[in-house]
């Protein structure tokens, strides 16, 4: 088969050579017309129709060369595709893993936040009549929003989320007061001391005490003035400064003044409240919104007081 290939492929260049000297012999200005083909067409036409394999091997490696820069351009889009697809996905993972915008306050600390009974919780941590070591869904959960709304509008906070009332319930006030002490020894220009507690709700209650601010369901408070005090008259007349801001902000929001024959501490600063956020029987969102607002109601005051 190869022998009669180069048989072939000779006589397709001997009749070549031979057209050639032939059609420049007998009308060599025919070499000028448009229609002219010269020899190189002319050797590939002879060529391909006295080896028909020559002209099937070249297509086939045409149709092969433009599949395969197809496949080549099609496998590039789906890549880019799925790279596209995949940045796509990744964006909104991207946003959300961002944390939250945090405040750098400077200055001297102006507010304390700590908690004679740091296990007190909220629905639906409901575990051990509503006490939980664990931080989340109780008073000092709603601590942290507090001390958090107030540094948002530059107010520096010191929030200490010691727990007091474990082992011993009995002996929370005790050991409460040597934290205050230390703290208030610690950070002097911290005039605002607030012991946050919740209250607990009467065993008929089916639901805490709420009200709707902007669409939202917000725990009450109440403040819990200690008549045992020597700064009584001091506490009760902050107390009500406190209750009547949070009124005249947010109609219903201003919570009762309570009036107790012991001291709660009260005696560490004229400006300390005892501050009860809701009851057992409210949710800890309700507690945390509760927090938010308090945070707008206390940094009025101290605007007005600074």
Not at 82 to 93: N, S
Not at 112 to 134: A, K, L
Request: charged share 25%.
């Amino acid at each position: 088969m190869e022998l009669k290939h180069k048989a072939l492929l000779a006589a397709a260049i001997a009749i070549f050579f031979c057209s050639t000297l032939f059609f420049l012999k007998a009308k060599p200005s025919f070499a000028l017309n448009d229609v002219w083909i010269d020899e190189k067409e002319l050797g590939e036409m002879c060529i391909q129709q006295l080896v028909p394999a020559a002209k099937d091997a070249d297509n086939s490696l045409t149709a092969a060369k433009g599949e395969k820069d197809e496949g080549a351009e099609n496998a590039v889009s789906e890549e880019a595709a799925e790279e596209t697809q995949e940045t796509q996905e990744a964006q909104p993972k991207a946003e959300a893993a961002q944390p939250e915008e945090t405040v750098t306050v400077s200055g001297d600390p102006l507010v304390i936040i700590y908690h004679t009974h740091s296990s007190e919780s909220y629905m639906p941590y409901s575990e051990s009549n509503y006490h939980r070591v664990d931080e989340e869904g109780t008073v000092r959960d709603v601590g942290n929003v507090l001390e958090n709304e107030l540094k948002k509008k530059g107010i520096n906070v010191i929030h200490d989320k010691t727990v007091h009332d474990r082992p011993s319930y009995n002996e929370s006030y005790s050991r409460s007061l040597a934290t205050i002490r230390s703290l208030v020894k610690k950070y002097p220009t911290a005039v605002y001391v607030i012991d946050l507690h919740r209250d607990a709700a009467p065993s008929s209650a089916a639901e805490g005490k709420y009200l709707t601010i902007d669409g939202e369901r917000v725990a009450k408070f109440g403040i819990v003035v200690g008549k045992a005090n020597e700064n009584y008259t001091e506490l009760y007349s902050f107390a009500k400064k406190v209750s009547q801001k949070a009124e005249s902000l947010h109609t219903g929001y201003g919570g009762p003044i309570i009036e107790k024959t012991y001291n709660y501490n009260g005696f560490i600063s004229n400006k300390a409240l005892l501050l009860e956020v809701g009851n057992n029987k409210n949710t800890i969102e309700e507690a945390r919104a509760c927090g938010k607002y308090f945070a707008e109601v206390l940094a009025s005051v101290i605007a007005e007081e600074q």
